[in-house]
């Protein structure tokens, strides 16, 4: 779902001072507007418009290090149709695969933004490993998202490495409150990850069916690089 502006502002806001109250150097560098995407956004991802959730949160000043739990970054806008090329795992989904944008980037984990449609604001999650398959919703929106991590470096599980100088995240399984599918940790337990699967609207035949989907996914996304001239 989209979030109300005034809430996801308070989310992003809240993880950045559980972040730096953990040790982080995140410095207040005060709100920036929302501005537009880059006008090859909307090409290379079919679609009309871009949230104003995701413009804002593409606006916002970051420090030039990894500010996220377990290194994990946010992307910029991409530039062509080599994007694509992040979503060769999302097989099954419930919307269509290519209406979704890349946003952060973990060591084992990919989340995206879903763009238009239904899931609109979800964030889905996406294990990088050529035979996981496991597209599953992260979080229902990036203000469940940013509250779910503040929430664990409440709880003691994303703690702040003084040698590293990143959040790292430790055993999430079974702490109140907590999503593990919000962390961007891997692998899931699978009775979890499958009841989440199913809740959310993946398909469960092309999921058990993972490589030849996959395939047929990697030819759709070389045919759509093609009609964008990448």
Known sequence: MLDDMCVLREAVRDYRLAATAAGLDWPDYGESPAGQPPEQVHRIFDVERIAEQLTWLHAQRWPDRQVLP???????????GDALQYLGL????????????????????????????????????????????????AATSLATLFDQWTRGIAAGVVVYDEQSRWLLVEDVDGV???????????????????????????????????????????????????????
């Open 90 to 137: 999302s097989i099954g989904t419930p919307f269509p695969w290519r209406q979704q944008l890349p946003l952060f980037f973990f060591d084992v984990v990919l989340y995206t933004f879903v763009l238009a449609g239904d899931h609109e604001g979800e964030i889905w999650r996406y294990e990088i490993s050529p035979d996981a398959w496991d597209s599953v919703r």
């Open 176 to 230: 109140n409150g907590l999503d593990p599918l919000a962390f961007p940790v891997a692998p899931v337990e699978e009775t979890l990850l499958r009841a989440r699967q199913r809740e959310c609207g993946v398909d469960m035949a092309i999921v058990e069916d993972g490589f030849t989907y996959t395939e047929e996914l990697s030819d759709a996304i070389d045919a759509a690089k093609a009609s964008l001239g990448a």
């Open 70 to 80: 377990d290194v994990g970054w946010r992307m910029p806008w991409p530039e062509d």
